[in-house]
Every structure is written in C-alpha cells, then in structure tokens.
C-alpha cells in the first residue's frame, strides 16, 4: 500500500532544516519531494531534458537549504515562491548556457552572491577560469575520509559549531582550525598536482 | 594568520567593516591573497558540487512518493465522504426492521390462529382454540384459565392461556405462563423461552432487554422451538 504522505509546511520545514542532525536531512529530503513536480513543468516550459532539469531542481533546493540555515531567506515570500523563482534563474542559465557555445562556457564558479568590489571581483575570476576544477575535485577525493568530509559539511554551508557536533570535535574552534588545516593540505595537494602537470 | 585564515574570515563575514574594506583592495594587488582567495572559492564550489553529486543521488534514487497538499478541498471531500459513509449506514439501518418490528410480524403471521389437529386435547382446549381462532380471545382466555385452575400441569394449556394473553397484549400475565412452561424439564421441546422473549419484546420494559438477549441466546444454544427467528433476531 502507498502511504500519503502530508505535506509540511514551511515553517515546519524551516524549523526542521535549521535543527540540524536527523531532523535536517528528514526535512531536506521533504523539500525537495514536495515540489519534485516542478522538474516536469520545467521541461516542458523550458524545453531542456528531464536530467538537465532534474540537475537545475536539486541545485536550487540545496542553495535554498543554504539560503535558510544562513538565514538568508527572510519569509517574504513562500517557501515554494522562493525555491521556483531560484529553479527557474537555474534553468534560465541553462537555456543560455545551451545556447552557446558549450566549450568556451566558464567551469561554473559562481561570484555573483558575493559582495565584491567590481575590479576584485574579475580578478578573482581571471584566476578562476584558468584552474582545474576536475583536477581539484579529484585531489579532494584523495583527501582523506575525514578531512573530505569536513570539506564537505563546509561546502554544503554547515557551520564550524554543526561541523564539530557532527564529527565530534570538542569546540567549534578546534573544528575551525582542524577545517583550515584540510584546506592547507588540499591547497598544497592541487598546487603539486598542477606544477607537475605543467 | 596565514592566507588562508584570513580568506576564509572575510568570506565568513568575520572581518570588521574597515578590515573587510583594505582586504578586498589588497586581493586586487597580491597575487599571493588572490590566489588563495581563488582557490578558496574553487574549494568551496567544488565540495558544493560534490554534496550536489551525492544528494541528487540519494534524493533521485528514491521513488517519488505522492503528497497530499493540506488543502481545504481535500478536508471538505473527507469530511463529505465520512458523512456519506454515515448517512449510509443510518438509512441502512432505518430500513432494517428492528427486533419489536420482526416480533410484531411473527405475533401477527404466525400466532394468529392455532393449530386444532391434536386429537388427544379435551374439548375445553378445542374450544377454546376455536375462539381464539375466531378472535374471541377473552372468552379464550376465560377457558383456558378455568382449566388450569383443575390441571395446573397441562403444558399445552399453559402455552396457549399464555399466547391468548399475548395476543390481547396482557404481557405481564402472559409471561407470567411462559415461564411456568419454561420451567417443565420434562417437555421435549420447550417453547416457553422462545415465547416469553416475544412477549418481552413487545412489553419493551427497560429491564426486558437484557432478559430477551439471555433468553434468545438460551432458545439458540439449547436448540429450541423458535431457534431459527431466535438467530435472526439476535443480529
């Protein structure tokens, strides 16, 4: 037998996705069964396939998980207004990104969200689009269990105090310095892997 | 403080406003900052598309489950379904007859006149059948009582003084003979508690509810005359 499920609310969900632990990743994955019907209406609207689409959804539903726990998301809207309106830009740059010559598009890392002087903000880029993300993602994976997954948590937006309740370290201090020790290691990890490319 | 630290305290939004200010201004002019800013928003984008990686594997491997959105339309078309449901089973059971209904339909069909082929029955009770039959009850009634004044013992006497009794709903002494009959072990097959249910039935007392539930349950179990009304009538 199916079970129906009923839907959260929002602030259900929000309150759930800023608990942390087990209640977040319950929640996360309700978010994002909540308006999966949304990938079917993007492919039709935006004529892209449904992996493309799929792909947009999953990354529009993480950085609205991102946009709540750093409180970013200030309840003016709904939360479903909010994950369509930051889905649909996504399938928008895809559209672009499709209409265009796709070797020449940039990797990907976005600097738009962030608060940058203009001329910072293009150097930073210039320096981005001659790396090698493939290279890094790959130097990432040799990391080391754990400090992989400490990259990860940071990616992923968890802060240095959920970081340590989560791989047990004593203080959100020692899980800061244990997270900028990971970084170091990978930095130097790419940096040998490139000049020996080079 | 290595680059890094101090990278990661202006992404972080740790840097005090004038801090943030010259640190934005020396990424434009170190290379050394710039690069470790580059690598640190390169880190953090990658470990985001690895997180991506994972969820929209866990979260597309799943089969989508369906969800019910808690709209009003959705409790209105509960709700109306359960009152459904409800007016159902009301009307069903308004069209069920209730167990006085089905006794009044036996009292009428099956007790409106007696059987007169028992040759062995004296002539008092062959009259007073024939009046009862007639629809002279009183007058049955008077016979049948002047008998067993002589013949306390007549079983069939006792039955019929009862029905007679019954028929002119005088159920207090028409129970009254059913349970005199009810209590003779010597009968093969008793009809008293069969008909003292009946009787019970139509006086519908309060206290003749749970007395009509023993009493049918005893005419089921113990296989006797009215068996087959006593079970329906127990439904």
Redesign the interface.
Known sequence: M??????L?DSDLIAGIKAGGNLRRNC??RL???Y?YLIREATFKHKLSPDEC??AY??A??TVIEHLTSNRFEGRSGLKTYLYQIFYNKCVDLVRKNSTNRESVHQ????ED?V??D??RT??QN??TE?D?TL??ER?ASLGDKCRQM??A???GYSDEEIAQHLQYQTAAVA?TSR?RC??R??AL?AESKSRRS | M?E??QV?RF?QGEMPETERRKF??A??TDPEL???????????????????A???K???G?P???????SWIGYAAGLAAVLLVVLGLWFWRMQEPSRRELADAYVSQELQTLGTAMSSRSDTLQQGIGLYNQGKLPQAAQLFDAWLVQHATDSDAQRLAGLTALRQKHYDQAIEHFQHLSRRADLYANPGPFYEALARIQRNRPEDAEAVESLLKRVVQEGLPGKAEAVEWMK
């Open positions: 199916i079970l129906l499920k009923r839907a609310s996360e994955n994002y069964e909540q999966q799929a792909s999953s990354d539903v993480l990907g890392v976005s600097l962030l940058l002087p001329e910072t150097a930073l320096l981005m790396s993300l890094l993602r990432l990259v990860l940071w990616g992923e800061k900028l970084l170091e990978l930095r790419y | 290595n890094l630290e990661d992404f934005a201004e990424l434009k710039a690069s470790a800013a580059a690598f640190y928003l390169q880190a953090r984008h990658v470990a985001r598309q690895e997180v991506l994972e969820k929209r866990q979260w597309e799943q989508p489950r369906p969800v019910v959105q808690r």
